[in-house]
T-cell receptor, first 114, second 115 residues
Framework: DTGVSQNPRHKITKRGQNVTFRCDPI?????LYWYRQTLGQGPEFLTY????????KSRLLSDRFSAERPKGSFSTLEIQRTEQGDSAMYLC????????????FGPGTRLTVT | GDSVTQMEGPVTLSEEAFLTINCTYT??????LFWYVQYPGEGLQLLLK?????DKGSNKGFEATYRKETTSFHLEKGSVQVSDSAVYFC??????????????FGQGTRLTINP
């Protein structure tokens, strides 16, 4: 069990560019969550998957954001036409029914939009 | 919607001092309550949890009791160490049975312990 991993750990991009982040959950965890954390704030829920199905999306997830989990394992979060307001830490977490859905977090991807 | 309010930080204490970080919540259902800790440069780690009223969660000398009557889940530790310096987040979810169990977090409290 290697824990939740996220790549890249840091991403600097220019406004208007597209970026994609990857999350690898703990193996056999069927639920995967994305959160966003801005400086000095707690994480805010963006979306979650049960297996490959995206079951809930926050109003925070604008049309420029899309998330996928094609085979029910790793997930990607893409942001199109990035804006400075997208600068944040993007956190991924996973959970399983065996663990009573306790969420385990990855180290996060820090996005800076210049 | 559901929300969590935490004690404003930063909090600075001397080693071996008593710690309390206040947390209150608003929820429509019967949430589970959590404290997460974020050490410098690391991801969020679950510190302790309580899933029903009057439950006490404990770990690494930290404790918190789920108080439904005051909608609170205050974090306490009797004698803090320098290694406890971190950011602490109180959080709730909708509970085991229903919904996504997405977590709703407070804004975090930065704790610094001086030797």
């Amino acid at each position: 069990d290697t824990g939740v991993s996220q790549n890249p750990r840091h991403k600097i991009t220019k406004r208007g560019q597209n970026v994609t982040f990857r999350c690898d959950p703990i193996s056999e965890h069927n639920r995967l969550y994305w959160y966003r954390q801005t400086l000095g704030q707690g994480p805010e829920f963006l979306t979650y998957f049960q297996n490959e199905a995206q079951l809930e999306k926050s109003r925070l997830l604008s049309d420029r954001f899309s998330a996928e989990r094609p085979k029910g394992s790793f997930s990607t979060l893409e942001i199109q036409r990035t804006e400075q307001g997208d600068s944040a830490m993007y956190l991924c977490a996973s959970s399983s029914p065996r663990g009573r859905y306790e969420q385990y977090f990855g180290p996060g991807t820090r996005l800076t939009v210049t | 919607g559901d929300s969590v309010t935490q004690m404003e930080g930063p909090v600075t204490l001397s080693e071996e001092a008593f710690l309390t970080i206040n947390c209150t919540y608003t929820a429509t259902g019967y949430p589970s309550l959590f404290w997460y800790v974020q050490y410098p440069g690391e991801g969020l780690q679950l510190l302790l949890k309580a899933t029903k009223a009057d439950d006490k969660g404990s770990n690494k000398g930290f404790e918190a009791t789920y108080r439904k009557e005051t909608t609170s889940f205050h974090l306490e530790k009797g004698s803090v160490q320098v290694s406890d310096s971190a950011v602490y987040f109180c959080a709730l979810n909708e509970g085991i049975i229903q919904g996504a169990q997405k977590l709703v977090f407070g804004q975090g409290t930065r704790l610094t312990i001086n030797p």
